[in-house]
């Protein structure tokens, strides 16, 4: 067999919830061709489908574009996934699947993207397979817009942590999270394409040399909320035993004029009712009314869609994936009793913050003047007292453009998942992280020059994966930081705690471990200070 294709890196552009979809799935880096060293003879594995044959490289196996369903299209599109017909013929598993559909950097159907794309990939530690080891089952981000599993390059994860990893594609945009009073499961077909290869996970982990009965879930992002959906959602009850989210709190949300210029106000969750309210308006506007509206958007243009993708990107509650807001869920303990491994970047704002210096440089009217307008003039004059520029001075960088990434990343981000964390840790065990690594190289390409990025939002990911056949070039100290992490995750995968022999103690929140090369990789931090929580808790 020819030398596996690992994911191609896309770009998302059209609306400034596209932009922001760009940089929150790290998804800006141009696209390069991934190769791999293969190592012997092909392995094939026996799904209770079909043969697959993927291809050996160095210490694993590397299995791409496994379908887990029937592809979505046609009277298919808006429905939940359907169980693929089986085949008999070796099927080869060397290349990834396309992406699920969603636009490139011209408002077109991105190259490689598909809505036929409901695809897994498998990273396995070579060896006997009898072992039953643990899963890891990555659901990336991309503000439920865009990205692909096969982005994510798991082999040193698998590898260095002994844990099979499986990256999957679920429906993004208005494909996966559309609503329409005519249909049902409305705004949750992502949610049900996740559960669909959970299931395939708990079939099939054994032919890998996964444990069926020992899966993590893990996410980051929109990847992360997706995790904390699955939590919450009674139908994913019991398809896995443990949860890691990544800066994806159920928690979260943004004032408006907060994640990019001009953006309205945003939070995860949608009430069903909202979402099929849109739907109908969308569909009234592509001439699809009356009885057969849903048969005539189930055959309009795949790209004619795509232009809605803005609209429909909140996964919808009062649904049956969903029954309550998640929000509610967490706060009266309506969620699966598994350990959950939660936390975020020390600078997750950084990121957004970026397009904001980009558009214009901040200074202190600019940072008086955007305060006002995501918090209201009375509000915005006690947030800047608290976030005064000139205590962001002495580094590189504009001070008041740090301190308006400041705002966003408390508010926005640590605070919700202190708050998540909390009401976790009534009923299961909860183990808190901030990654605080300050120097992970810029491998988005998207920092004005002179902007720190810090610990912006995503930049943990190079320590688990390589991205889209991206080595991002660590350096020493941050490469002991990634295998530390990565044997951190593994044992939380393995036994639902980090702890291990050979690693610093790990203690259960309400401690919280600051990950970075500095501090020998793990010490305690206090979140609730470093971010003014009890300042935002206390808000009007």
């Known amino acids: 067999m020819g030398e596996p294709v690992l994911g191609r890196r896309r770009r998302t552009?059209?609306?400034?919830?596209?932009?922001?979809?760009?940089?929150?799935?790290?998804?800006?880096?141009?696209?390069?061709?991934?190769?791999?060293?293969?190592?012997?003879?092909?392995?094939?594995?026996?799904?209770?489908?079909?043969?697959?044959?993927?291809?050996?490289?160095?210490?694993?196996?590397?299995?791409?574009?496994?379908?887990?369903?029937?592809?979505?299209?046609?009277?298919?599109?808006?429905?939940?996934?359907?169980?693929?017909?089986?085949?008999?013929?070796?099927?080869?598993?060397?290349?990834?699947?396309?992406?699920?559909?969603?636009?490139?950097?011209?408002?077109?159907?991105?190259?490689?993207?598909?809505?036929?794309?409901?695809?897994?990939?498998?990273?396995?530690?070579?060896?006997?397979?009898?072992?039953?080891?643990p899963v890891v089952v990555y659901l990336h981000g991309g503000a439920f817009s865009s990205g692909s599993g096969s982005d994510f390059d798991a082999r040193r994860m698998a590898a260095t942590g002994g844990v099979v990893v499986v990256t999957v594609n679920s429906r993004l945009g208005v494909f996966g999270f559309f609503g329409?009073?005519?249909?049902?499961?409305?705004?949750?077909?992502?949610?049900?394409?996740?559960?669909a290869a959970l299931r395939w996970v708990r079939a099939n982990a054994q032919a890998f040399g996964g444990d069926p009965g020992n899966v993590t879930l893990m996410g980051e992002s929109s990847g992360g909320a997706s995790v904390c959906a699955q939590l919450v959602s009674p139908p994913a009850a019991g398809l896995f035993h443990r949860a890691i989210i990544q800066s994806g709190s159920c928690l979260q949300s943004w004032p408006k004029n907060m994640m990019a210029p001009g953006l309205d106000a945003i939070?995860?969750?949608?009430?069903?009712?909202?979402?099929?309210?849109?739907?109908?308006?969308?569909?009234?506007?592509?001439?699809?009314?009356?009885?057969?509206?849903?048969?005539?958007?189930?055959?309009?243009?795949?790209?004619?869609?795509?232009?809605?993708?803005?609209?429909?990107?909140?996964?919808a509650f009062g649904t049956r994936a969903l029954p309550t807001d998640p929000v509610k869920a967490l706060r009266t303990g309506a969620f699966q009793r598994v350990p959950v491994l939660q936390g975020n970047t020390r600078d997750e704002h950084r990121?957004?913050?970026?397009?904001?210096?980009?558009?214009?440089?901040?200074?202190?009217?600019?940072?008086?003047?955007?305060?006002?307008?995501?918090?209201?003039?009375?509000?915005?004059?006690?947030?800047?007292?608290?976030?005064?520029p000139r205590a962001y001075s002495g580094r590189s960088g504009s001070p008041a453009a740090l301190a308006w990434a400041a705002v966003g990343t408390d508010v926005g981000w640590v605070c919700p998942t202190l708050a998540a964390d909390r009401l976790l840790a009534r009923h299961v065990p909860v183990f808190s992280f901030e990654f605080a690594e300050p120097n992970v190289p810029d491998f988005l390409g998207v920092f004005p020059k002179g902007y720190p990025p810090g610990a912006f939002h995503g930049s943990e990911l190079p320590m688990f994966f390589d991205i889209a056949g991206t080595s991002v070039p660590l350096g020493p100290a941050q490469r002991k930081l990634s295998e530390s992490m990565i044997m951190y995750w593994a044992a939380f995968?393995?036994?639902?705690?980090?702890?291990?022999?050979?690693?610093?103690?790990?203690?259960?929140?309400?401690?919280?471990?600051?990950?970075?090369?500095?501090?020998?990789?793990?010490?305690?931090?206090?979140?609730?200070?470093?971010?003014?929580?009890?300042?935002?808790?206390?808000?009007?």
């Open 13 to 133: 552009a059209g609306p400034v919830w596209a932009v922001t979809a760009l940089v929150t799935c790290c998804l800006s880096v141009p696209a390069v061709g991934a190769s791999v060293t293969t190592g012997g003879a092909d392995p094939v594995a026996r799904t209770d489908l079909g043969p697959v044959r993927g291809v050996a490289t160095g210490h694993t196996e590397l299995y791409q574009g496994i379908p887990y369903a029937q592809p979505p299209t046609g009277s298919r599109r808006w429905r939940p996934p359907v169980r693929p017909r089986p085949w008999t013929a070796v099927r080869d598993a060397s290349k990834p699947g396309p992406a699920c559909a969603q636009l490139d950097e011209t408002g077109g159907v991105a190259a490689h993207s598909s809505e036929d794309c409901l695809y897994l990939n498998v990273t396995a530690p070579r060896g006997n397979r009898s072992e039953r080891r």
């Open 180 to 195: 329409h009073p005519r249909m049902a499961g409305s705004g949750t077909y992502a949610l049900a394409d996740q559960q």
């Open 267 to 315: 939070s995860y969750w949608a009430p069903r009712t909202a979402v099929q309210a849109r739907g109908a308006a969308a569909a009234a506007k592509l001439g699809c009314t009356g009885p057969d509206g849903p048969a005539c958007l189930r055959r309009t243009d795949t790209g004619k869609l795509l232009a809605l993708n803005g609209r429909f990107v909140t996964p």
């Open 351 to 388: 990121l957004f913050g970026s397009l904001f210096e980009a558009e214009k440089p901040i200074d202190d009217a600019r940072y008086r003047a955007l305060l006002a307008t995501s918090f209201g003039e009375r509000t915005a004059r006690r947030v800047y007292v608290r976030y005064p």
């Open 493 to 540: 995968a393995a036994q639902g705690d980090p702890n291990r022999a050979g690693l610093p103690r790990w203690p259960r929140f309400p401690a919280t471990q600051a990950l970075d090369s500095a501090r020998a990789g793990i010490s305690r931090t206090d979140l609730a200070a470093g971010h003014h929580c009890r300042f935002w808790a206390a808000r009007p």
